[in-house]
């Protein structure tokens, strides 16, 4: 079987990461991978990576401010989520805790208030505990604190 990955110079597969890191932050795991892909053996990767770092295409702590505003923001995620999924990322804590940080206390919770009403309407259950029950598995799924949802639903749905 004939090996059909490209093979790359050092200035090659540098410039390719580049634009990699410049079109969207980037964590060290994601380039790494994608150099392991690329096809780059360990010593390259390193020196690969410490440029990245020093030219400042690669900063975790960027990335995880920026990974968790777009996923609070955008997919309306909580922060238990955010904070996993940044972990399967082999992110820092310190880094996890001031991207939580990011995430404004009184948009969070209006948020959250939003997501209850919403998903109110949208189910249809008339047993206000299986009613409860199935807003509260819908909210701790997309990775809300659950003393939050719990808080929000029972005031809402007697």
């Known amino acids: 079987m004939k090996n059909t990955n490209p093979s790359y110079t050092l200035d090659e597969a ?12 980037r964590c060290h795991k994601e380039v790494t991978q994608k150099l392991k892909d690329m096809g780059m053996i360990p010593i390259a990767i390193n020196e690969i990576i410490s440029h990245l770092i020093q030219e400042n295409y690669l900063n975790e702590e960027r990335f995880a401010k920026s990974y968790a505003r ?3 923001n955008i997919k309306k995620w909580g922060k238990k989520r955010i904070t996993n999924e ?3 990322r082999d992110i820092s804590k310190y880094n996890i805790n001031t991207a939580l940080k990011e995430i404004d206390e009184e ?7 939003l997501l ?5 309407e949208a189910v249809k259950e008339k047993n206000a505990q ?17 003393h939050l949802i719990y808080e929000r639903i029972t005031t809402i749905i007697q």
């Open 116 to 120: 209850v009403e919403k998903r109110i």
């Open 107 to 113: 948009d969070y919770i209006n948020t959250l208030d």
């Open 86 to 88: 940044l972990k399967q």
């Open 130 to 146: 299986k009613k409860r029950k199935k807003i509260a598995d819908y909210l701790l799924y997309r990775g809300w604190e659950s």
């Open 70 to 72: 777009g996923k609070f």
């Open 14 to 25: 540098t410039k390719k990461i580049e634009s990699y890191c410049a079109y969207q932050d």
